[in-house]
């Protein structure tokens, strides 16, 4: 670990959850107290998008958290103390007042769907620091297999475009087993968002999460499946006789599945209907004489298709 990590943290536990509040800290220019400092020493990590996007549990407009705490005192768990710094992607620049909008599961791996528990938003101050206090979210099933320990968070600097991703933690066991925490390379590289987490004098862990956004581009065609749906996977592929889809939506759409051939051509439609925020699982069971070979299920909202998967029938 570089030393202007050790540095930081060190900094940000000699302060309480309130000394750290938006404007109490002295204001600064961008940039002051880096330049100074050797580039090659910064963690310059750009911070990737999630590959299972938003997911299907996001409630909009979440309250803004007071005091530094996202979970109430009665709140069951283990507490846990997130902190970091918002920079730009050289990391020669502060960026304060970034929107920080968190929510994750309780300590039982339960979303509240209803209310705001464990939902909410934070900003970046005047140095461009943020912190917050809640729970290590549990574990949940996502079909076969638990899905490791995260936190959600859509990161929204002034005037640029939000960016939705998720937070893991090292040594959670299922985190070689998940489809989004184990990718390691390309545009979902999932390794500098896995971060290490330590047990204070307060019995509470403490994290350090640098955010580091370019704040350029809006979300392309290619990226829709990040806000508005995608399917997760297709099993059992290749497949003799039929196959599951699982798929969510994120916001209530009209919500459709198709089936394609390599040349392009509708092979079915499997549904069509109104669908709320969830998971759903759908079957395509083909004809008999449909030939082998590959195929592409892809996912429609509102008549766009947001994501695709492909499978191959024996």
């Given at each position: 670990m570089k030393v202007l990590n050790k540095t930081r943290r060190q900094f940000l536990k000699n302060f309480s959850l309130a000394s750290l509040s938006v404007g109490l800290l002295p204001t600064i220019a961008k940039g002051n107290g880096i330049a100074a400092e050797s580039k090659a020493t910064l963690n310059c990590n750009l911070t990737t998008?999630?590959?299972?996007?938003?997911?299907?549990?996001?409630t909009p407009n979440p309250p803004t958290i007071q005091n530094n705490l996202l979970v109430a005192s009665t709140e069951p768990g283990v507490?846990?103390?997130l902190s970091g710094q918002v920079r730009t992607l050289d990391c020669t620049e502060l960026i304060?007042?970034?929107?920080?909008?968190?929510?994750?599961?309780?300590?039982?791996?339960?979303?509240?769907?209803?209310?705001?528990?464990?939902?909410?938003i934070t900003y970046s101050n005047n140095q461009g620091f943020y912190m917050f206090e809640t729970i290590l979210p549990g574990h949940y099933l996502n079909g076969a297999n638990y899905r490791p320990s995260h936190i959600h968070l859509k990161i929204t600097p002034p005037g640029f475009a939000t960016l939705t991703t998720q937070l893991y933690f090292e040594g959670d066991q299922y985190i070689p087993i998940d489809a989004a925490a184990s990718i390691s390379s390309g545009q979902y590289d999932a390794t500098h968002r896995i971060i290490p987490i330590t047990m204070n004098t307060d019995g509470k862990?403490?994290?350090?999460w640098d955010i580091v956004v370019d704040g350029n581009g809006t979300v392309g065609m290619s990226d829709l499946h990040l806000e508005k749906g995608m399917i997760y996977s297709a099993s059992p592929n290749p497949f003799s006789d039929s196959v599951n889809i699982n798929y969510g939506v994120f916001h209530e759409n009209v919500v459709s599945l198709w089936v394609f051939d390599l040349q392009g051509r509708t092979v079915a439609k499997l549904e069509e209907k109104s669908l709320k925020a969830e998971k759903y699982t759908a079957t395509w069971q083909p004809d008999s004489n449909l030939p082998k070979g590959y195929y592409f299920i892809a996912l429609k909202v509102n008549d766009i298709q947001v994501h695709y998967i492909k499978v191959l029938k024996h």
């Open positions: 998008p999630d590959y299972y996007g938003e997911g299907p549990f996001y507490r846990l103390i304060h007042n970034a929107v920080i909008d968190v929510w994750h599961a309780n300590d039982a791996g339960a979303y509240d769907n209803v209310g705001y528990n464990l939902r909410g862990y403490e994290g350090t």
